[in-house]
């Protein structure tokens, strides 16, 4: 195996031992999704249409939410023992090392995240169609967020206050994602012909995919110097 | 046309004169503050330059 | 070529500079606000109301200008180290996030008359809202850097990931908005306004323009000043001058 | 690997990344990313049956009927080309006038009429003096041509 | 060869240090003495690379290290203040990823590393059970595992007990028979037999 792949198949076992060791780490984010969504019946009152008409504004801000109390855990920990300084001094390209760690992330965060979605859509009254639609745009949406917020990430490294800061960072930059993400769901329950909503959720994840990774690494660099 | 008129703005004087006075304020402040900044800066500095001189003699 | 990039030159030259930019700023402001408020006729739906864009569009327009010139800058910065591009970078958040908050205001004080509400979520307006949260970002990043060339690096950084996010969160906004708003639906057309409308606006874009450089160039005096502290010739100039 | 091949395989996984975005991008727009049709487009059959879409054009002068207690709504969209009879129950927006544009949310039925669930008016952004509107009145200016807010 | 002229380091806007050179040679050994805050550890940081100098040039092999990049990533191992040891995983995990983050591991000569450090005892615990001196220990195995040619020790000696520092001094000396490089910091005599130790004195 070239040493490329095999350095970045290392990282990725070890980001996922290191987050499993932690379990509470990973079942944060996703409880506290679960937690959100359901606490809107509860101030909106149960009406299955009313509940109906903002599940998918109210679930895709749940995981945009989830996955930034995650974003922690992305450097956090390598940056306090050290091992990121290692991971830089490391002779293969930061850009795909880091893009191997934001893969592990969002394995632990966005997948989950993916996967519980189905029960939640049940909660708030989704109409069966909707709920395969609600999975498939997590599914391409939660990808950006991870990537997004890796950048984010990078950039508070160290900061007082890093985790309110990077919420001021990334949010902002998670709108389109949750414009689309959410509007191919409405889109669904209204009839309406949703192909662009996923071609532009895939879009997003082509752009996310080819400039997050090196601005992460850049922002990486910075904030270890 | 005269003043009264003028200022009343066809019943959106309000709207209008807030505007042009919050842009006012807001091209007031961008030039003071960097300007205020300046005086404050200039004197911290001259006292650091000061110390500086005082604590190496000779130097610089 | 390096000369006039070294801050000593720099700070020289834009303290001859901003006297000149202040001054045309000022004779460019009178004549825009003498034509927007005096000569240009009242418009044929919106009435005198319609005179609050000449200050919303020119800010609105620098919000996004100042933005774009920020992030060159500190791409600049970044692929070449230049300092000054640095220091400019650094001085452009807090005139931008200013311009982008009277935009703001404005465009809602402008919304009460034409739409009977204060805030539509319209395209423009929403989009706007994204760029000044995008600022205060900025700006809170900024604020919690000490150390000044880590601050304007990682800075850099962020806005140029905003610039390539900005078409993209103005295209989703303004597809959403047409989804939802049903005040306003754009498509393909040009914009028709009269040329007697047209001046003054065109006059105020370019005194917001103007001014901006003036701001910015007395902001990067006191910054190179405070950056360059160590150095001998900034002795020299506190004491030249009092 | 050396220098020179990982930057040509960043470019190149740059420029993948780019095309596919861009492919993405225009697949969506061919694909129903249009805010709305044209009654002509409409006709034509451009629209996937069976879904909900949205129409727009002027309301053609006289053709607004109300029936019963003024909740039921006929109407004649048109892009000066085609039209197409619109039928809607609800409380139409304060912007509804003939000859002004709107967009409508809905279906088409089997016999070539489209029945609304919802009815938006466009608003005007055009600056002109007075005098200046009503020279332009009748012509271009009613073939309904969007302007945006310069 | 490792060349370094005229380098100037600021930390902040506080200079640090300027006009620092020296050349170091396979089989030699640099110790860098200074006072807290005398840019020590910014100086193995810009010697790594992860930190830039104002002026100045470093040369790795007569070629300048930000061209050689990766090359001379390939060639260095760095132990910094903090031991680069994830609490989580076991000392051999810790050890494993070390070792891939260049090339393919090798167990049997984790193992016999461990054994050598005296830490095969702890193979299976995690690494956050370990006192302080262990963490250094193991910090110290990742430099035998990776076999780099040059090695940029920060206090490599801190927190190490007699033995322990006695068994580093071995380790110095057979990297310095392997014609090895050592860039270190320490407040304590480095004790390598029979070896040209350079002093450089920061202030």
């Known amino acids: 195996m070239p040493p490329l792949l095999n350095a970045i198949g290392c990282i990725f076992r070890r980001d996922i031992t290191v987050a499993l060791r932690r379990s509470t780490d990973i079942l944060t984010p996703i409880i506290f999704f679960l937690i959100v969504v359901s606490l809107f019946p509860l101030g909106l009152g149960p009406e299955p249409a009313a509940l109906r008409s903002i599940a998918p504004g109210v679930i895709w801000v749940a995981a945009l939410l989830a996955t930034m109390l995650s974003l922690n855990r992305l450097f956090a920990n390598d940056h306090a023992d050290g091992t990121l300084e290692q991971l830089l001094l490391s002779p293969h390209p930061l850009t795909v090392l880091v893009l191997t760690k934001i893969a592990a992330h969002w394995a632990l965060t966005g997948l989950p995240l993916v996967l519980i979605s189905p029960l939640l859509a049940i909660q708030m009254h989704l109409p069966p169609q909707a709920i395969g639609t609600l999975v498939l745009s ?82 990486l660099r910075v904030s270890i110097e | 046309m005269n ?58 | ?71 060159g800058a500190g791409a600049i910065a970044l692929v070449w180290n230049i300092k000054l591009a640095e220091i400019f970078s650094s001085v452009c958040a807090p005139v931008g996030a200013s311009f982008t908050f009277l935009a703001l205001v404005t465009g809602s004080l402008w919304g009460k008359p034409m739409w009977g509400t204060w805030w539509a979520w319209d395209a423009r307006l929403t989009s706007e809202l994204i760029l000044f949260f995008l600022y205060i970002g900025y700006m809170a990043l900024q604020a919690s ?40 639906v754009s498509k393909i057309g040009t914009p028709s306004i009269h040329p007697s409308m047209l001046a003054p606006l065109l006059l105020m874009i370019f005194a917001f323009s103007v001014y901006f450089f003036t701001v910015a160039l007395i902001r990067m005096r006191n910054e190179i000043l405070e950056r360059e502290r160590h150095t001998s010739w900034v002795a020299q100039v506190l004491e030249s001058k009092t | 690997m050396k220098t020179r091949h990982k930057r040509l395989a960043i470019i190149i996984a740059g420029v993948a990344g780019l095309t596919i975005a861009g492919l993405l991008v225009l697949n969506a727009f061919r694909n129903n990313l249009v805010f709305f049709y044209s009654p002509t487009e409409v006709l034509a059959g451009k629209v996937a049956v069976n879904k909900t879409f949205r129409i727009g054009g002027m309301v053609e002068k006289g053709s607004v009927r109300r029936s019963g207690d003024g909740l039921k709504v006929d109407f004649v969209v048109t892009d000066l080309n085609k039209r197409m009879p619109i039928h809607y129950e609800g409380v139409l927006p304060d912007l509804f006038r003939e000859g002004q544009g709107i967009v409508a949310q809905g279906r088409l039925q089997a016999d070539n009429t489209f029945t609304a669930s919802e009815v938006l008016a466009k608003h005007d952004e055009k600056y002109m003096p007075p005098e200046a509107a009503q020279a332009l009145k009748g012509g271009a200016y009613a073939a309904g041509k969007e302007a945006k807010k310069p | 060869m490792l060349d370094v002229t005229n380098l100037e380091c600021v930390r902040g806007d506080r200079p640090l240090f300027s006009r620092l050179s020296f050349r170091l040679k396979p089989g030699e050994l640099l110790h860098i003495v200074g006072k807290n805050g005398s840019g020590k550890t910014t100086l193995l940081r810009t010697l790594c690379g992860l930190t830039h100098a104002v002026t100045g040039e470093i040369r790795w092999q007569g070629l300048a290290i930000h061209e050689l990049g990766d090359e001379y990533r390939r060639q260095l191992s760095y132990v910094g203040h903090s031991n680069g040891i994830q ?65 940029i020790l920060d206090e490599p000696l801190s927190a190490l007990d007699v033995d322990s520092v006695d068994l580093m001094s071995e380790l110095l000396t057979d990297h310095l028979d392997q014609n090895g490089l050592i860039v270190l910091t320490s407040h304590q005599k480095v004790d390598v037999a029979k070896k040209k130790i350079n002093q450089l004195q920061l202030d």
């Open chain 3, 145 to 184: 850097i000490d150390d000044p060339r880590r601050a304007a690096r990682a800075t850099a950084i962020l806005a140029l990931v905003g610039v390539v996010n900005i078409p993209v969160i103005h295209f989703s906004v303004e597809w959403w908005n047409t989804l939802h708003q049903p005040a306003s």
């Open chain 1, 138 to 219: 997590l599914l391409l949406g939660t990808p950006v967020l991870s990537l997004l917020g890796a950048v984010g990430a990078a950039l508070t490294l160290g900061l007082r206050g890093g985790g309110v800061l990077v919420s001021l960072l990334v949010l902002p930059l998670y709108t389109p994602v949750l414009i689309f993400g959410a509007g191919a769901v409405t889109g669904v329950i209204a009839d309406i012909d949703i192909e662009a909503q996923f071609s532009l959720l895939g879009a997003f994840l082509a752009l996310a995919l080819t400039f997050a990774p090196w601005a992460t690494a850049a922002a």
């Open chain 5, 87 to 151: 609490g989580e995983l076991t000392p051999e995990e810790n050890l494993r990823t070390a070792s891939c983050l260049s090339k393919k591991p090798n167990a049997s000569f984790i193992k016999d590393t461990l054994q050598r450090l005296g830490l095969a005892a702890y193979r299976s615990f995690p690494a956050k059970v370990l006192s302080q001196g262990q963490k250094r220990r193991l910090a110290l195995a990742r430099l035998v595992i990776q076999k780099k040619s040059l090695w």
């Open chain 3, 1 to 71: 070529m390096h000369k006039y990039a070294s801050p000593k030159f720099f700070y020289a030259l834009a303290g001859q500079l901003t006297p000149w930019l202040g001054g045309l700023t000022a004779i460019l402001l009178i004549v825009g606000i003498y034509l927007g408020l005096f000569i240009a006729p009242a418009d044929y739906q919106q009435g005198e109301s319609y005179r609050i864009m000449f200050v919303h569009v020119p800010a609105a327009w620098m919000s996004m200008f100042i933005y774009m010139m920020m992030a």
């Open chain 2, 3 to 60: 003043w009264t008129q003028f200022f009343a703005m066809g019943g959106y004087g309000f709207y209008v004169w807030s505007s042009y006075g919050l842009a006012a304020v807001i091209l007031i402040l961008n030039l003071y503050l960097p300007l205020h900044r300046r005086k404050t800066v200039r004197r911290l500095l001259r006292e650091f330059v000061r110390l500086k001189r005082s604590s190496q003699p000779g130097s610089e």
